[in-house]
């Protein structure tokens, strides 16, 4: 059931049963592939990459076996983006487009290289193939916190990354970029507040504190936007958080 419940879409339901059936036969090598795609596809990933370590590790030949040595390897890039690696993921991902371990090493290395509307297609991609994907989503979300503008979308996005990592202060600093950009100004500040405490002081995340207190009638945002100037916040920010000051003085 958990097997034929993934091959038609339905991947959370999957990766319910197939962890239930693990329960039964923890050792089984097939049932352990069966269960890692499915972990995977709703961004279990740190569950996905121990039970593909265990089918590796069972010494059975069969089809699995090989799979799971190449999604171990794309994780490890994942987890550690070398471009000079592109050009196996590229091989990998002309034989199969839609294979999310691929997709998702190559955005990163893309990340890494510069090659931001590259990652994000790579991302996009992911989420078409696997929608409850979380960790494509997170991507997504701090990328589109890090670009000047942002759309509803995006703070969707965010939203969603949140649920699935509460305690990721990347995360939390992204979404509340959005938040403010989306005109959410007391979450924003109370999530800047909280990436300060675990992540420590910089100018970016300063500023849009400083920046969400303001429109709150906070008196704390002048002591933000002048400690982001600091730190040497730049460009366009920069010229804002000291319009800002002005006009409070």
Do not use: H
């Not at 034929?4 to 059936?21: K, S």
């Not at 593909?52 to 171990?72: H, I, N, W, Y």
């Not at 990592?165 to 939390?172: G, I, L, Y």
């Amino acid at each position: 059931m958990g097997r034929l419940a993934f091959e038609t879409g339905d991947y959370v339901w999957a990766a319910g049963l197939l962890q239930e059936a693990l329960r039964n036969e923890p050792n089984d090598p097939a049932l352990l592939f069966d269960f890692a795609e499915a972990a995977f596809s709703v961004g279990r990933s740190a569950e996905a990459e121990d039970a593909m370590r265990q089918v590796q590790q069972s010494g059975l030949v069969f089809p699995g076996t090989q799979e799971a040595a190449r999604f171990l390897d794309m994780a490890a890039l994942a987890a550690n983006p070398n471009p000079d690696a592109l050009p196996k993921v590229e091989q990998i991902l002309k034989a199969d487009p839609n294979y999310v371990p691929a997709l998702m090493a190559q955005g990163l290395i893309d990340e890494k290289r510069g090659e931001i509307p590259a990652a994000r297609q790579s991302y996009e991609k992911a989420l078409e193939r696997y929608p409850n994907f979380s960790p494509a989503k997170k991507r997504l979300a701090l990328l589109a916190a890090a670009a000047a503008t942002s759309d509803a979308k995006a703070l969707d996005l965010a939203n969603q990354a949140r649920n699935a990592f509460p305690q990721d202060a990347e995360v939390a600093q992204a979404l509340c970029i959005l938040c403010y950009r989306n005109g959410d100004f007391g979450r924003a500040a109370s999530l800047l507040k909280e990436s300060i405490d675990r992540l420590g002081e910089d100018p970016r995340r300063l500023f849009y504190l400083g920046m969400a207190q303001y429109r709150l009638k906070d008196a704390g945002g002048a002591q933000s936007l002048q400690r982001a100037l600091e730190l040497g916040l730049k460009d366009d920010a920069a010229a804002e958080a000291r319009r800002t000051l002005a006009e409070k003085k």
